[in-house]
Nanobody, 125 residues
């Protein structure tokens, strides 16, 4: 089993920044790709960003490209999502997820085996 715990969410004004963290514990040696998803009220969950195990390969959704950056520190078993120039459309619960997929960075939630409990991000306009 793998446990994922997100932190760093909160209330921020439009144009501001937040950094989310996702700490992984358990059988982390078998993890490869890590991803961030979000779900806004009344909307479907959407992929935000993903990163492979080495950190050399990342993929960011078009909706946040240029504003969000994903990174990881394997020594700390932690993945980060740096979010800049936030706007009201970024308001959502953000989830960290872990996948065994190695050949690509999946954007489908079904390709991720483990999920965190989520952290709320609210952007006030």
């Amino acid at each position: 089993q793998v446990q994922l715990v997100e932190s760093g969410g909160g209330l921020v004004q439009a144009g501001g920044s937040l950094r989310l963290s996702c700490a992984a514990s358990g059988r982390t040696f078998s993890l490869n790709t890590m991803g961030w998803f979000r779900q806004a009220p009344g909307k479907e969950r959407e992929f935000v960003a993903g990163i492979n195990w080495s950190g050399f390969s990342t993929y960011v959704a078009d909706s946040v490209k240029g504003r969000f950056t994903i990174s990881r520190d394997n020594a700390k078993n932690t993945v980060y999502l740096q979010m800049n120039v936030l706007n009201a459309e970024d308001t959502a619960v953000y989830y960290c997820a872990a996948s065994y997929v190695t050949s690509t960075i999946p954007t489908l939630g079904s390709m991720y085996a483990f999920w965190g409990q989520g952290t709320q991000v609210t952007v006030s306009s």
